[in-house]
């Protein structure tokens, strides 16, 4: 599928770090090369789909290669089908791919940018999350997402967060929760381009961040926080915010540790590790912080 004009080209990490857990089968103790994988994908397409001919669709190293630079996110379904089996994925987004043209009616894909296995437990769609947390307003989402909308967004979050500041999150928190709900709802239904797409996600990943935590305040269940910070997660991961993705993790990890979830604080914070490069300094020594605490905690276990 052709690639929007606005996308940004990044290195497909996840589908790299895939193929290198992979042994090579004619070099012992060595990771499995693009050239092995793309004969293992044309191998498995062949199981896969017997009764075809599927000669269009096999693979080179040269398509693998195109794949793990992002040059292509959105193979054929077959080959698509071919590489979660392969690859061991449970959803293409485990091996980051989805498609990169937006339109209008699209919605935003069952995507688990969180690699770690935890992430599974806990829903991660607004509907799912309690009652009293939406909001009912049905607010119209606009046909198209432009930067006044992102804009007006990050106004509001800049709201709440001054007023969590002075006042706690308690009394803010319906508030929240029915703008996150309806920038999940122009996220499925505006167009955008790549550009303003990611910026939207973004921000709307920083009012589901602080959406947790207040509902950490209000002295919430630990559940409703941890949705609110895996929805969050979710969101920078669609957004390919890395950054924003780690910090809320980060976060996450904290609050399970504090409730006695010290194994699971652990799972996550191994999602921080890999973006650790793109980490500013002084988000690295938080997370060395909130990893010492697990870590000690897990001792007295």
Not at 118 to 127: M, S
Request: aromatic share 6%; charged share 20%; with cysteine.
């Amino acid at each position: 599928m052709p690639r929007h004009p606005d996308t940004v080209i990044t290195p497909n990490r996840l589908l790299v770090q895939a193929r290198q857990r992979l042994t090579s089968p004619l070099r012992p103790g060595q990771r499995m090369s693009r050239a092995e994988l793309a004969d293992t994908i044309n191998a498995a397409l062949d199981r896969l789909y017997p009764a075809q001919s599927l000669t269009a669709h096999y693979v080179d190293h040269r398509w693998v290669g195109k794949l793990e630079r992002g040059e292509h996110r959105w193979p054929s379904r077959e080959r698509r089908t071919a590489l979660r089996q392969v690859l061991g994925a449970a959803v293409d987004a485990d091996l980051g791919l989805y498609s990169p043209r937006r339109t209008e009616g699209c919605a935003i894909p069952d995507r688990r940018q969180v690699t770690a296995a935890w992430f599974g437990k806990l829903p991660g769609d607004l509907a799912e999350l309690p009652g009293p947390w939406t909001s009912g307003l049905g607010l119209q989402a606009p046909a198209k997402i432009e930067w006044p909308h992102v804009e007006a967004l990050q106004r509001s979050i800049a709201l709440f967060e001054e007023w969590d500041h002075q006042h706690g999150g308690g009394l803010a928190r319906a508030a929240m929760a029915g703008q996150l709900e309806w920038a999940c709802q122009v996220a499925r239904q505006a167009s955008s381009t790549e550009t303003i797409r990611r910026a939207w996600l973004s921000t709307a990943a920083r009012l589901a961040d602080l959406a947790g935590w207040a509902c950490f305040d209000s002295g919430d269940e630990p559940g409703t926080t941890q949705q609110y910070l895996v929805l969050a997660i979710r969101l920078a991961g669609e957004a390919e915010g890395l950054q924003q993705r780690a910090h809320t993790a980060t976060t996450l990890s904290r609050h399970l540790t504090y409730i006695g979830q010290v194994a699971d604080a652990l799972d996550v914070i191994g999602l921080v590790h890999s973006d650790w490069r793109l980490i500013p300094p002084l988000g690295r020594a938080a997370v060395r912080i909130v990893e010492a605490r697990a870590y000690y905690s897990s001792r007295g276990s």
